[in-house]
């Protein structure tokens, strides 16, 4: 029996950054930046709560996101209705990717082992009237 669990990241949505990199007495170091390591650390929280104590899911995991934004102050009520109606679609940064592979890597070693366990994904970005990240997955149960 699959198991379903979800959470929601508030607030507007961010892409993973790209990796930083510096030199110090010649060794090259990479690293990920202050903000989205703050984003993905928020998003293990929030993961760890959803999970309630459980052990991270084995097996193969789908993962299902929904990236939302809030049309700005100054979208006319015309525009803001065809954008909750979802037709008009923000076509805008962060790109859909850079957000899931922030989820995902957020998620990692609390909602499942690894990433490489996630089988299937469905992603999309909505406007809606309250900004954020909706999160479900599930597995399908297999053990490894």
Known sequence: MALTISF????????KGRPKATARGGHARVYTDAKTR???????????AAMQGQEPLVGPVHVNV??????????????????MAMEVLPVKRPDLDNVVKAI??????????DDA????????????????????????????
């Open 104 to 113: 995902l890597d957020g998620m990692n070693g609390i909602a499942f082992r």
């Open 38 to 48: 703050a984003y993905e650390d928020q998003i293990a929280l929030l993961a760890k």
């Open 8 to 15: 929601t990241v508030p607030g507007d949505p961010r892409g």
């Open 66 to 83: 929904r990236v939302l934004f809030k049309p700005s102050v100054s979208t006319s009520k015309k525009s803001r209705e065809a954008m």
């Open 117 to 144: 366990q996630v089988c299937s994904m469905t992603a999309a970005k909505r406007y809606a009237e309250t900004a954020g990240v909706e999160v479900v997955f599930w597995s399908d149960g297999d053990e490894l």
